[in-house]
């Protein structure tokens, strides 16, 4: 897997952006100085970046170092400081109540049944009161074809995330069809799904 993300960041491009998910940047609110956060599959550290300029502890992980090696290039120009680990999240070896706070956005690379690694990793490295954040894609966002994989089995439902994260206290959950415009690979009308959830 890593060899197929180290191609396709091999730009000077930012091909996700600079800016963060925008979903992920309208919670700020729930962003507190010193909180520790992990940023998932953070790519080119448009996200994990953004939450550091909050005053977030940040640890950013993904399976590419080239693109983690231009997150952390995007972070020395902002002044921010990411702790970084290039890592395959289906077999990582998540800590147990780390984080305060876990950024999940299009996360959709894994299809069922290996992305049940990923929610239970998910469940197990938020602390008690720790909140997650998740953008996503829903199954007609193959019809747009404006970025995410091709497979409808690798988006969610709200039945789905309910199933995953319903003995939580689900702050928003919410399904939309908007314009997103973050980099060339995911641009135009996009069919959407936002998460906020606090772990008990």
Not at 12 to 39: E, K
Not at 95 to 111: C, N, T
Not at 170 to 195: F, K, P, Q, T, Y
Request: hydrophobic share 45%.
């Amino acid at each position: 897997m890593s060899d197929f993300w180290n191609a396709r960041y091999s730009t000077d491009d930012y091909i996700f952006g600079t800016a963060p998910n925008v979903f992920l940047a309208s919670q700020s609110a729930l962003i507190r100085p010193g909180m520790r956060a992990l940023s998932l599959a953070d790519g080119e550290g448009r996200n994990g970046v953004w939450l550091a300029e909050q005053g977030a502890s940040v640890h950013a992980v993904d399976v590419s170092l080239v693109a983690l090696e231009k997150a952390r290039k995007l972070a020395a120009s902002r002044g921010v400081a990411l702790e970084i680990e290039q890592a395959d999240v289906l077999n990582w070896n998540w800590p147990e109540a780390a984080y305060d706070l876990v950024a999940a956005i299009f996360i959709q690379f894994a299809p069922p049944p290996e992305r049940d690694r990923i929610t239970a990793g998910i469940r197990r490295c938020l602390k008690p009161g720790g909140l997650l954040v998740l953008q996503g894609y829903t199954p007609k966002q193959v019809e747009f074809g404006t970025g995410g994989p091709p497979h409808a089995a690798n988006m969610y439902t709200p039945e789905l995330l309910r199933d995953w994260f319903g003995d939580w206290d689900i702050l928003h959950l919410a399904e939309h069809e908007s314009v997103i415009r973050e980099g060339s690979h995911h641009h135009g009308m996009s069919a959407l799904i936002d998460l906020v959830a606090r772990k008990p």
